[in-house]
């Protein structure tokens, strides 16, 4: 499944339209808690956060992630979606609860991490 | 073996804006040595956690990557305080970060044991009120 693709399944909105959609989502993660990402991050991964500050873009970059999914419409910081485009990381923004993206995203066959 | 890269990034206290940084550019030149992907993942990783760590606890430092045809190798120096019990700080789990960094999403206790998960070799010596020093190698042949 592609960026494009779950873009009207979780209702996103695209924060980062410089970002590539095609790019593949090879499994979804929600966790706040950024030491712990940096620990079980994966290559691909969608991941659910209402963190909103720049070390956000810099654990997800690292991992190659694919998207990073602000949920219930949370607005990421400027300098975050800045230093988002320059990664060309993903950043999408969905009116839903990370539970229901979680659960949405896992329903349409997108896997947990490994 | 000579060096291939050979480069230094200092790092301050709390300077949260720039955290991350010295680690992207580390990965950026690797990338272009053509590390392989696995490897780049894993000093990535610990090149991350090591330079949080400088920006969390220490009162600032050098993050320095050396890259020889054998191997990675990464080493971060700071100029204190010293970690007085390391045993301690290598549990999971324990940690001593601010509340500033914790209103963040650091603090897990995940910095130090994940650095060695990543690396193949991991040493880190700590002197209170001199510093510590991490030597991480990851090897490449």
Redesign the interface.
Known sequence: MKIKDIIPLIEAKVITPEADPEKEVLCGYTC?????V??H?Q?GMAWVTV?I???VI??A????MACVIMPESIRMEK?SIEKAVE?GICVLESPLSGYEICGRLHAAGVPDKD | MSALIHKEYPVEMAD??H??EA??DI?RQLKQLGVPASVL?RV??AS??VE?NLVIHSEGGVLTLEVTPEAVRLISADRGPGIPDVDLAMREGWSTASETARS????????LP?MK?NADDFNITSKVGEGTTIDMGFRLA
């Open positions: 706040d808690l950024l030491s712990w940096m620990a991050g290559e963190q500050h720049m070390n810099a654990v970059a690292l991992h190659d300098e990664e | 949260y804006d955290a991350g680690s992207a990965k993942r990535s990783v991350y956690e949080l963040l999403g650091f603090g897990a206790g995940m910095g994940n998960r």
